[in-house]
């Protein structure tokens, strides 16, 4: 037995020189008894043949896109459900292209867009065509989309040129596909909660109190939790986000109901409360529509706080838990007062006043304050949500280790 028996590899082989060392790859795969399927694009066929892939992956070839034949026995969607990972092997400068546009123009570009699978490419080319800044903007971009890389390495190129741009050797290809699942393998059993979006405090059965929450912070973290095999319960107020099957999705409304699915979920390992809750609700909720008048008094009272609930919990506090303190002033001394009263570990703040990050945009800007660490405030850069979750995942998986 080794990591990859029975796992499902799908191998995307793109036209490129260094196609021919997508047979060791496949080969030394095949050995660690994975489970292989691969598509073949138009040009790849110029460089390997689909006899020479079936033979050594033992497994179905596919080259088009409307295939009759693959039709009937697989189509793009289930070939993307079917597999546990997907490589791209060699990745040219032109499907970095593509696949950064979202394109879905043949079998590879189709089944890789409607894949919720981790993605690896591993890039090989000429070294200017590495280093042109439109290859790197679009990597950057698919590293934003929680594509990752391997390589490529510095070395004497098929074209006589000599950098960075070589394909890397398929046993270092192997030994990243390892780590990953044995980092799937090792987290299977950690459980993680992810609070997420905004709640709604009805004043009567139309109208509530609500705020800008989004919910892309939370379900971003929760997607990088998931992806590095985490066990995770996403418990969200409501947005307009999906999420994939592999999380346990809790649909509230109220942060009563927050508060409730927190508790049904408990014992955790690690619980980040990304969600912006409602501090307070209506006391007395109207069971008809409020009719119009002059003036409307609304008696509020104080809503639970589940994170606090949660952090001071005496016999079910996670290990690891994580606040976030959404602030428009004082970030510094605000945030370290949540650290401290809310009983946390880390409390992440963003500054909420800004226009392009914090609620509702795809980007934000955060520090994250640890509780016991020496140096104990990190600024992770403006990126996109799903970068600075990959970011703050990297972290947590530090810590616990
Ligand atoms: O959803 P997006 O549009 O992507 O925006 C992301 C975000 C700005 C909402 C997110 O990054 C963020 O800052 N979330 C916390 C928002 C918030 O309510 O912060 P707070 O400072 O009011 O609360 C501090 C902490 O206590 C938070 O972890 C909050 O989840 C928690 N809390 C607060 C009140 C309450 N009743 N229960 C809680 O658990």
């Not at 593509?98 to 690896?120: C, P, W």
């Not at 650290?339 to 226009?355: F, G, Q, R």
Request: hydrophobic share 35%; aromatic share 8%; proline share 2%.
């Amino acid at each position: 037995m080794t990591v990859l028996s029975n796992k499902k590899i799908l191998f995307i082989i793109c036209g490129g020189i260094s196609a021919y060392k997508s047979l060791e790859t496949i080969r030394l795969f095949k050995k660690n008894n994975a489970e292989i399927k691969t598509i073949l694009t138009k040009s790849a066929k110029e460089f390997v043949t689909p006899l020479s892939i079936a033979s050594l992956s033992q497994g179905k070839v596919y080259e088009d896109l409307f295939s009759v034949e693959n039709e009937n026995e697989m189509d793009h969607i289930s070939l993307s459900r079917w597999a546990d990972l997907i490589i791209v092997v060699p990745a040219t400068a032109n499907t970095i292209s593509k696949l950064s546009q979202g394109s879905s123009e043949d079998l590879a570009s189709t089944v890789i867009l409607a894949s919720n699978k981790q993605t690896f490419l591993v890039p090989a080319m000429n070294v200017r065509m590495w280093e042109h800044k439109s290859t790197k903007d679009n990597l950057k971009k698919l590293k934003s989309f929680g594509y990752k890389t391997i390589g490529p390495v510095i070395g004497d190129m098929a074209c006589g040129e000599y950098g960075e741009g070589k394909m890397s050797d398929p046993l270092i290809i192997l030994n990243e596909i390892n780590n990953f699942f044995l980092y799937q393998k090792k987290h299977k059993k950690i459980k993680a909660l992810v609070t997420a979006g905004p709640t709604k405090e009805y004043i009567d059965p139309v109208r509530f109190i609500s705020n800008k929450s989004s919910g892309k912070q939370g379900y971003e973290i929760a997607k990088s939790l998931s992806k590095r095999g985490f066990e995770t319960t996403l418990i969200t107020g409501p947005t307009n986000l999906d999420i994939g099957d592999e999380i346990n999705l809790i649909k509230v409304e109220t942060a009563e109901e927050m508060f409730k699915a927190t508790q049904e979920s408990l014992p955790v390992d690690i619980a980040i409360f990304s969600a912006a809750v409602a501090d307070f609700r209506v006391n007395k909720k109207d069971t008809n529509k409020i009719k119009k008048q002059d003036k409307l008094t609304l008696n509020l009272e104080k809503n639970i706080d589940i994170l606090n609930y949660v952090s001071n919990h005496n016999s079910m506090r996670p290990k690891l838990v994580i606040g976030f303190a959404a602030e428009t002033n004082d970030i510094d001394k605000n945030a370290r007062l949540k650290l401290e009263n809310k009983n946390c570990d880390w409390i992440i703040a963003n500054d909420v006043s800004k226009k392009d990050s914090g609620f509702e945009s795809d980007y934000n800007e955060v520090i994250v304050y640890y509780k016991n660490k020496k140096n104990n405030k990190e600024k992770l850069a403006f990126k996109k949500k799903s970068e600075i979750s990959e970011e703050i995942v990297d972290r947590i998986i530090n810590q616990i280790n």
